[in-house]
């Protein structure tokens, strides 16, 4: 029999494991015909042998202990010679010129390992040929007529630049045309394909924006190749996108797809491929296992996705190493395989490889989205199509072209925020806010440009400086309000405080302090002092931002030091909602674990139709959860309650 992976079993393990291995081989020495293992007599079939394969000195593997390495001969691999191996699957591949193409291949991998940067997700190894050698032999089969090297340039070109980070292009592209001097052959495309793709995205309400379609073309190509495939980049830059634009396209083409995702760092290791439970020597079944199961099952040859959104870390990626590689299959605890169907394929959406080993990322096809793919204009453009009034879409677009760039370019080099924000976040809350502040009330419909100017510069100073903070040498907000006053002259703010300090009064237009709103504070002498709150402009003003979001449903999340009145702000706007509210709080702390917090989400739902879930009768509800970033931190830095959040 043949192990795999061998030292992936815990040291524990592997100890028992050597007894029985050395009760076998004494056995065989005695030249025994039945033996006793392990309290039991079973026959001996002498020409039995076991071979284990393993890499050594990888995260997540343990080192093999003594008494069962006495019992194995080692026998190390070497690394096999690239060139021949090339050389012989180009001509089977039907390529005539194999020798001087094999030459050009593995010299440009060699390249590619020395002079590109180091990413974690890039791989030019065996399996990485061997895939582009795959891909150029379909090319090769599909045009008969082409020259050699120009099909094997563009299966080389076109199946690598997918995972090319954006600093690296122009190298590779140097390296490609230094070894392929004088040739530039265009993409093999498939219009038909490309137009039902921006389809789907006019349907998604997306924008069918060319490096965004080439993605979603990427992307099926990798998939046609590959069954396991990563979408790799940062928050926000359209790997979800990416996805359900592909999956949409599915649909319009007439077949039926399946999607089924989960997020692997929510639960336990053993929650997601199942475990045997001790105590009662019952297999529970796991979350994955089961979906897997269930999915393997479905009858037609439809595309069914297996989507896994969440950070990778060795222990659940290296247990789907089987999956990913020829093998195609699960393997687990309890002695059931289950096959990945050809129809079938793994999708991880992640946003970088820093755990995983080279194993895992030489498995796996990989796309690489990058941040400037998409940037924040497409996500606007949608945002301003959905809106009902022609008035706002006439001048919002305008505006946010004349804010933004400026805005964003002053928060990446200026200033400090007080936890770090992506770009894409400050633009959603700027739309966030203008949906919560252009109501018919302040700007009615045919109302002037200059009042959209205005309440944009109000929201545009909330969503870029609401996260600036004051630490020991500077403080940011009045830096900010330095440069906001220097750098835009068209909208007139008072002089004197911080912009922060101002709001628009509704009646005039006019920017005003908020001391005006202040309520009058009624000391209530039955109550004790510390739960009464004394209104000022600083708690009027988050509480001004917190009632327009809540009753929006839109969620807050307030930062600070110990001690500032986070808590205490949110206790007074929840005490003052009305009947129709429903609030569930809970507060995390270090020993917080996603089962606590499960409960507390479903505590107060009631099942409605189907498979939804919600606040008894037509109540709204607010889940209130104080101090978010105290649980523990895992050996991979993720917090399972917040990614089940």
Same mark, same amino acid.
């Given at each position: 029999g043949c192990f795999d992976e061998f030292n992936r079993i815990s040291v524990e393990v592997l100890s028992v494991v050597a007894v029985q291995v050395k009760t076998i081989q004494d056995a065989i020495r005695a030249k025994k015909t039945r033996f006793n293992f392990l309290g039991e007599e079973i026959s001996l079939n002498p020409m039995v042998g076991i071979f284990i394969t393993m890499n050594p000195g990888y995260a997540g593997r343990t080192e093999l202990p003594e008494n069962i390495k006495a019992l194995f001969r080692p026998c190390a691999m070497v690394v096999p010679d690239y060139g021949q191996i090339c050389e012989i699957m180009l001509v089977s591949e039907g390529f005539l010129d194999a020798k001087l193409l094999a030459r050009k291949f593995i010299t440009l991998y060699t390249l590619n390992r020395d002079l590109l940067s180091k990413q974690d997700h890039y791989d030019w190894g065996l399996r990485a040929i061997k895939s582009v050698l795959v891909v150029a032999g379909s090319l090769k089969r599909a045009d008969p007529d082409r020259k050699e090297d120009e099909v094997l340039m563009r299966a080389l070109r076109d199946f690598n630049i997918p995972k090319i980070v954006n600093e690296d292009l122009p190298v590779f592209m140097g390296l490609i045309f230094d070894l392929f001097p004088g040739l530039n052959v265009p993409r093999k495309r @498939?219009?038909?394909?490309?137009?039902?793709?921006?389809?789907?995205?006019?349907?998604?309400?997306? /924008?069918?924006? *060319?490096s965004f379609?080439? $993605?979603?073309?990427?992307? &099926?190509?990798?998939?046609?190749? =590959?069954?396991?495939?990563?979408?790799?980049?940062?928050?926000?830059?359209?790997?979800?996108?990416?996805?359900?634009?592909?999956? $949409?396209?599915? /649909?319009?083409?007439?077949? $039926?797809?399946?999607?089924?995702?989960?997020?692997?760092?929510?639960?336990?290791?053993?929650?997601?491929?199942?475990?045997?439970?001790?105590?009662? =020597?019952?297999?529970?079944?796991g979350l994955f296992s089961s979906i897997m199961r269930d999915v393997a099952n479905l009858p037609n040859d439809n595309p069914k996705w297996l989507v896994m959104d969440g950070d990778i870390d060795t222990m659940w990626i290296e247990s789907l190493n089987t999956v990913m590689d020829d093998n195609k299959v699960l393997t687990l605890a309890s002695n059931e395989r289950i096959a990945l169907k050809p129809s079938m394929r793994m999708l991880f959406e992640i946003a970088n490889l820093t755990y995983a080993s080279p194993a895992t990322v030489s498995r796996a096809g990989i796309l690489f989205v990058n941040p400037t793919d998409l940037g924040w204009n497409p996500f606007v453009t949608s945002w301003i199509e959905k809106l009902e009034s022609p008035g706002q879409r006439a001048n919002l677009m305008m505006l946010f072209e004349r804010y933004v760039p400026p805005c964003l370019e002053a928060m990446r080099t200026r200033f400090r925020t007080i936890t770090p924000i992506t770009e894409f976040s400050m633009v959603n809350t700027l739309c966030h806010l203008l949906k919560l502040l252009l109501t018919p009330e302040n700007t009615p419909e045919g109302c002037s440009k200059e009042d959209y100017e205005l309440y944009f510069a109000w929201a545009a100073v909330w969503a870029f400086g609401g996260a600036l903070f004051k630490d020991q040498l500077v403080d940011w907000r009045d830096e900010f309000s330095k440069w906001w006053v220097t750098e835009f002259k068209t909208v007139k703010f008072p002089t004197g405080g911080l912009l922060f300090d101002y709001y628009i009064r509704p009646m005039d237009k006019k920017f005003v302090p908020w001391n005006e709103m202040l309520p009058e504070f009624n000391y209530d002498p039955e109550l004790p002092l510390q739960s &009464?709150?004394?209104?000022?402009?600083?708690?009027?003003?988050?509480?001004?931002?917190? @009632?327009?979001?809540?009753?929006?449903?839109?969620?807050?999340?307030?930062?600070?030091?110990?001690?500032?009145?986070?808590?205490?702000?949110?206790? *007074?706007?929840?005490?003052?909602?009305?009947?129709?509210?429903?609030?569930?709080?809970?507060?995390?702390?270090?020993?917080?674990?996603?089962?606590?917090?499960?409960?507390?989400?479903?505590?107060?739902?009631?099942?409605?139709?189907?498979?939804?879930?919600?606040?008894?009768?037509?109540?709204?509800?607010?889940?209130?959860? @104080?101090?978010?970033?105290?649980?523990? $931190?895992?050996?991979?830095?993720?917090?399972?309650?917040?990614?089940?959040?």
């Open positions: @498939d219009p038909e394909f490309e137009k039902t793709i921006r389809e789907s995205m006019m349907e998604l309400k997306l /924008q069918a924006e *060319d379609v080439l $993605k979603v073309v990427q992307l &099926q190509e990798l998939l046609d190749v =590959r069954h396991s495939v990563f979408v790799l980049g940062g928050a926000a830059t359209g790997k979800s996108c990416v996805l359900k634009s592909l999956f $949409k396209t599915y /649909q319009l083409q007439g077949k $039926k797809p399946v999607w089924s995702d989960m997020n692997p760092k929510a639960v336990t290791n053993h929650e997601l491929y199942g475990y045997i439970n001790l105590a009662t =020597r019952e297999w529970v079944d &009464q709150l004394v209104p000022t402009s600083e708690t009027m003003r988050l509480r001004y931002w917190m @009632d327009l979001l809540v009753e929006a449903s839109i969620p807050v999340l307030l930062v600070g030091a110990p001690g500032t009145g986070k808590t205490a702000l949110i206790w *007074d706007k929840l005490k003052s909602l009305g009947e129709n509210w429903v609030v569930s709080n809970t507060s995390f702390n270090n020993y917080t674990i996603h089962h606590t917090i499960q409960a507390v989400l479903e505590a107060p739902l009631e099942k409605k139709a189907g498979k939804n879930y919600g606040p008894p009768g037509n109540k709204r509800l607010i889940y209130f959860v @104080d101090d978010l970033n105290m649980p523990a $931190k895992e050996e991979y830095g993720a917090q399972p309650p917040i990614e089940l959040l």
